[in-house]
């Protein structure tokens, strides 16, 4: 049984700073057992980044659309699992206000990292809290789950402007602020095919470069990436070929 102890000492010996900016993307049920269940697991990252920035995705893209177009900051609910869920209600925490693509964070610069995403067009602007990540040289940890939940690579890719990832036209979104104000965000959407499916395929790649390592979290294996050496050698790979993501066959070696 995990504990928030155990918890807190692996994170150590994953050798993320704790005064640094991390990212979480999750599967609670792939950490196995832990003592008090999911509010434990945020209770560790909580209590290990009390001097840093914590941040988990609080996305909304799976129901929030033309035909269902408004998202409500304080109440849309996570389509990303049931930590971001949990957290995003949490004491202090600031939820940015992309209709798509919000994140959620708590600590210090948790405002300033939020504060812009609506004021873009797309899901992973490089002025929103994804391009923060990279200026941050932000910790991005997969626990549980593959680099085909890494958002951060939708957002290499829209800064190299890889063409066919996002629609042409705008479906008007509307952000419902706690007090009922209405932002109009008219948005672009990843279009065509599930492109993060394909993001797999650099998994060796970044590991051999020493853009990520692995290591675990309760039961889970975690992927610990450095944003900036992932944006580094994606960027260089993506400008090299465009077509990295197109398809799901494996790199050729």
């Known amino acids: 049984m995990h504990t928030i102890e155990s918890l807190m000492k692996q ?11 991390l990212l979480v993307h999750s599967s609670m049920k792939s ?3 832990v003592e008090g269940g999911a509010d434990t697991v945020l209770d560790a990252f909580t209590a290990y980044m009390k001097d840093g ?8 893209w799976s129901y929030i659309n033309a035909d269902n177009p408004r998202f409500y900051v304080d109440r849309s609910p996570s389509c990303v699992g049931i930590l971001p869920e949990l957290f995003r209600k949490r004491p202090d925490v600031v939820r940015s206000l992309h209709p798509t693509h919000s994140v959620a964070a708590l600590g210090r610069d948790a405002i300033e990292l939020t504060n ?8 992973c602007a490089r002025g929103s809290a994804w391009g923060k990540m990279l200026d941050r040289r932000a910790t991005l940890l997969l626990v549980g789950v593959d680099l085909r939940r890494n958002t951060f690579i939708h957002g290499v ?14 479906e008007m979104l509307y952000t419902v602020l706690p007090d009922g104000t209405e932002i109009s965000v008219p948005s672009r959407r990843h279009c065509g095919l599930s492109w993060s499916q394909h993001f797999w395929k650099v998994d060796d790649v970044l590991e051999s470069e020493g853009a990520m390592h692995k290591g675990r979290l309760g039961d889970a294996v975690v992927r610990v990436c450095d944003a900036a050496a992932v944006a580094k050698v994606i960027t260089e790979m993506l400008k090299d070929n465009p077509e990295l993501f197109s398809d799901n066959n494996p790199l050729d070696h």
């Open 11 to 21: 994170l150590e010996q994953l050798g993320i700073d704790s005064k640094g900016t």
């Open 31 to 33: 950490m196995g057992p």
């Open 53 to 60: 920035l914590l941040v988990l995705p609080t996305h909304t």
């Open 116 to 123: 812009d995403d609506h004021r873009f067009d797309t899901p």
């Open 157 to 170: 890719e829209e800064w190299v402007d890889i063409p066919g990832r996002l629609t042409d036209d705008h």
